[in-house]
């Protein structure tokens, strides 16, 4: 079993568009995989077409009873399910209190009933709780980083924490640059200044600025359904091979 997190401090760089359609392109290739939407906004949830989800069966209920992991998951096809999250907890900062808070998620796994080739956590913008939970019980963590000079600015902050957990436990990270723009100045610059610092860390496939990305949620289907020939699904499907490579 994989454990993926999808992580960023920094809002809007990518993070949800990326967990969805890497869940869905693992699935599609035939792998058991479990989307876990950690952050209140519900963004993942939603665009999966779950909505008005109950408080008492979501992520957070994990967060508080870690055992109650096999009552919350819905199925969304063969390969894929789904631990929803509630727009009920916008305004918690999520657990704080208990017995190792941060060490919940990670518990709840034990309990998983099915053996998912993938879990995927779709972490909210904030280096809080929640995005806590998601490091402590991942393998690898991905940080998607949109190709604006501001998105360098708290990167730093990501991979320092990274670096501290690591010294820990076994924590493996890796950028993915998204909004990329082939051939303008920014976007090549801010690749070759990550590639100069990061280049052991960083994938090789950068995902483009695509607007059928920013469409494809509104009809609730990944990438590969909405638009299947876009340079967007085909980054994705790279992306996703890379990800089954790297194991
Ligand atoms: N490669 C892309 N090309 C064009 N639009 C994109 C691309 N990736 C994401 N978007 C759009 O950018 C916006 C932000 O993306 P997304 O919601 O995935 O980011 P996020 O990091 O999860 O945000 P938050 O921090 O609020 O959770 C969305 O409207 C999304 O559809
Ligand atoms: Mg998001």
Do not use: W
């Amino acid at each position: 079993m994989r454990i993926i997190s999808i992580c960023n401090q920094k809002g809007g760089v990518g993070k949800t568009t990326t967990a969805v359609n890497i869940v869905s392109g693992l699935s599609m290739a035939g792998k058991t995989s479990l989307l876990v939407d950690l952050d209140p906004q519900t963004n993942a949830s939603s665009y999966l077409g779950y909505r008005d989800n109950e408080p008492h069966k979501c992520s957070y209920t994990i967060l508080e009873n870690p055992s109650k992991i096999n009552e919350v998951i819905l199925k969304v096809n063969a390969n894929l399910d789904l631990i929803p999250s509630s727009l009920s907890y916008l305004d918690d900062p999520g657990p704080r209190e208990g017995d190792n808070p941060f060490d919940h998620l990670r518990e709840s796994f034990e309990y998983l009933e099915k053996n998912y080739d993938y879990i995927i956590i779709d972490c909210p913008p904030s280096l809080g709780s929640y995005t806590f939970n998601a490091i402590n019980t991942s393998q690898e963590i991905i940080i998607p980083v949109q190709c604006h000079y501001l998105s360098l600015e708290g990167l730093s902050q990501i991979v320092s924490l990274v670096d501290d957990i690591s010294e820990v436990k076994k924590l493996k990270f890796t950028i993915l640059l998204t909004m990329f723009e082939e051939n303008e100045g920014l976007s090549e610059e801010i690749k070759s200044e990550i590639d100069k610092h990061f280049s052991n860390n960083l994938f090789k496939i950068s995902i483009p600025y695509d607007i059928t990305l920013a469409e494809a949620p509104s009809h609730e289907q990944s990438i590969f359904d909405y638009m299947p020939i876009s340079c967007g699904a085909v980054a994705y499907a790279i992306l996703v091979k890379e990800i089954i490579d790297g194991e």
